[in-house]
Structure formats: C-alpha cells, structure tokens
C-alpha cells in the first residue's frame, strides 16, 4: 500500500526552523513573496527545543498576525532532533505539516544566496524561503518497528566498521604481545555483538508480518539474503511508496549521472552517488553473489559486458535490476520467479554455457 502523502497547499506563510540539541531559530516568509524582502529583515525568533518551544512558537504566530493553519514548517535533517521537533509539531498543530529536508538540497539553496554570514536564524530564515520556492512535502514518520529495525541495520554497520577498524590496528601493530591479545579481544567481543545483533533484527521482522512478509518476498530474488533485504527495507522504507520504478534507484544513488558541457567536456556516465550508502553496499554484495550463479543476473551481466560495459557498470546495472525488481515484487506480493524457468531454451543455454 502506497503512503497517501496529502498534497502540498499554497501556504500564507512558510516557518524555516534551525534546530539544535536544546534550542530551534524560526523565521517567517510569506508564501509568492518572500523573495521581495531581504532575508535579513524577515521575523525570527528563538525557543527551546521542546514542546513548550513549540507552544510558544505558534504563540509568536499568532501575535505576528499568522495563523498557525496556515503556515507550513520546513527544517533540515539533523536525526532524532528534527524528528522529534515534527512530531511535536504535527501533534500541537497538524496542519503545520511539517517537512524535513535533506542538508544536500538546502545547504545547495542556501549557498546559492550568496550569504556572507552563517547563523542559526539567518539560516532559519533562508530556510523559510526555501519552503516558499521549494514548498516541499511533509515528512511521514516510519511505524515504530521499521525505525527499530533502522536504528538496528545502522548500529550492526557500525560494529562492523569498528570491527574492520581493529582489524587493521591489530595489522599495523605486531611488536606488542599486549596489544595483539587486546586487539583479538575487541574483535571477538565486537563479534558476539554483531551476532546479537542480528538475532534482534530476527525478532523485529518476525514480530511484525509486514515486514516478515516484505522481506521474505525480497529474499525470494536470488543474492538476497536476510542482512540485504533488511537494509534496504530499514533505509528506504516501504517500496511500494514510489510511483515509478526509477525513484528508489535515485534514492539509492544508483541512477545514471552525464557529466556534459560545450563542446568541450563529455565526462564519463556513471552513478550518481547522491543517495544511501548502506543501500548500495548492501546491493552490491547481493549483486555480486548474483552473477556467479546460473541465473537471469549472470545473463544480464555477461551480456553488457558483451557490449562493451566495464566489470563496474555492467555490476551496478544488476544492482538497479536488483532494487527495482524488490518494488515490484512487493507491489505484486508473489515471490520472484527466474525467467529461465519461463523460458526453456535460456535454461537451456545458460546450462550449456556453464
């Protein structure tokens, strides 16, 4: 079931918050006209980073004239903070609908406004007039389970980059007994904590049928395994969300990217990069599991290798493949199929080129 995201109305005004640990700047611009006054004569304020801060912002509205229904409030991701602050927000006054905005796309806006000083409030107001050009979507919060699994998948990552970590130093550090023993310690503690850590992504998925379900559809796709279908299921959240197939692609940052200009520059297309790491690390293992088997994957790859494609792009191009047929399998809810077994004499042939 795709997530009924309301459509963004015209807002009067739009509120651009800048929120740290214990306080949020706000700044107002009023919707088709905050970018006749000059940024630095817009209204702002500071409150506290809680929920009588939030109370006293839609004070401040009203005492300015605005009322807070009509109002819209967008902010930059700063994890839980800004994630906290929405839900404060949506709570006190729902029409607020707040939206939470990728640092990529406003910190890009904000340095196109050539600003000379950087401050809380004076980027709470380019924040405000960000919602006015930009008038952006409201955030839609996960359910509970899918952030316990996300907070799980980015917490397994990092005891394994601290585990790679000792790894090394263990490597780079051989003349000290001591530090040899510490080091293998670490590493077995560090392994026992990766494993308990899997063994509770386990639970969440079976805890919760949907996304017990979603995963074993995933899995169905040969190369996926438990530990991939859970990340990209943690990191970008139910597929069947995206209207078309190319978009969880762009969110991954696994959408082409053509670097031309002139007559002049004629750069090499490859993949943007502009999404999710742990999704592309995570696809490509499954990717590269895939294409040693006999199977439509090994097919595809063998095949844009054929046509000239480096080991590299023929590889992300089944981590595409990969990542678009989870969203349809989902939207479908019928396990995957490999064509081949639709399709005797590619069995056939895959069978005798093996």
């Known amino acids: 079931m795709r997530d009924e995201q309301k459509p963004v109305s015209e807002a009067v005004v739009w509120v651009g918050v800048d929120v740290s640990k214990s306080t949020f700047d706000a700044a107002l611009a009023e919707g088709g006209q905050g970018g006749c006054q000059p940024l630095g004569k817009l209204p702002a304020r500071c409150f506290s980073r809680s929920p009588e801060g939030v109370a006293e912002l839609l004070a401040w509205l009203r005492a300015s ?48 406004l050539g600003l000379r000083n950087k401050t809380d409030r004076m980027d709470a107001r380019a924040l405000a007039l960000y919602g006015v050009e930009r008038r952006p979507r409201a955030y839609q919060p996960p359910p509970v389970s899918e952030g316990e699994l996300r907070e799980l998948v980015r917490y397994r990552d990092f005891l394994v980059q601290q585990k790679v970590a000792a790894g090394n130093r263990a490597e780079e550090m051989r003349d000290s007994k001591f530090i040899q023993r510490e080091m293998r310690r670490q590493i077995r503690q560090l392994e026992r904590d990766i494993e308990k850590t899997e063994k509770e992504m386990a639970r969440v998925k079976q805890a919760t049928p949907e996304l017990e379900n979603d995963i074993a559809l995933m899995t169905s796709i040969y190369g996926v395994a438990f530990l991939t279908a859970a990340t990209i299921r943690a990191e970008l959240g139910d597929l069947r969300r995206f209207e078309k197939a190319r978009q969880p692609t762009a969110f991954a940052g696994l959408n082409p990217s053509l670097r031309q200009s002139g007559s002049s520059v004629r750069g090499r297309t490859h993949i943007s990069k502009a999404g999710n790491p742990r999704v592309r ?68 042939k895959m069978f005798l080129e093996a």
């Open 65 to 112: 004239g605005v009322a807070p229904e009509s109002a819209r409030v967008v902010m930059e991701a700063t994890g839980r903070y800004s994630v906290e602050m929405a839900a404060w927000m949506a709570q006190a006054c729902p029409p607020l609908s707040p939206a939470i905005e990728s640092p990529r796309q406003t910190t890009a806006f904000i340095k196109s």
């Open 281 to 348: 690390r995570a696809l490509y293992l499954s990717a590269m599991v895939a294409v040693r088997g006999d199977n439509d994957f090994r097919h595809d790859y063998e095949r844009l290798r054929a046509q000239g494609l480096s080991k590299m792009a023929a590889l992300c191009a089944i981590m595409r493949k990969i990542l678009v047929l989870m969203r349809a399998l989902l939207i479908s809810g019928k396990p995957y199929v490999p064509l081949w077994k639709n399709r005797p004499q590619l069995q056939e």
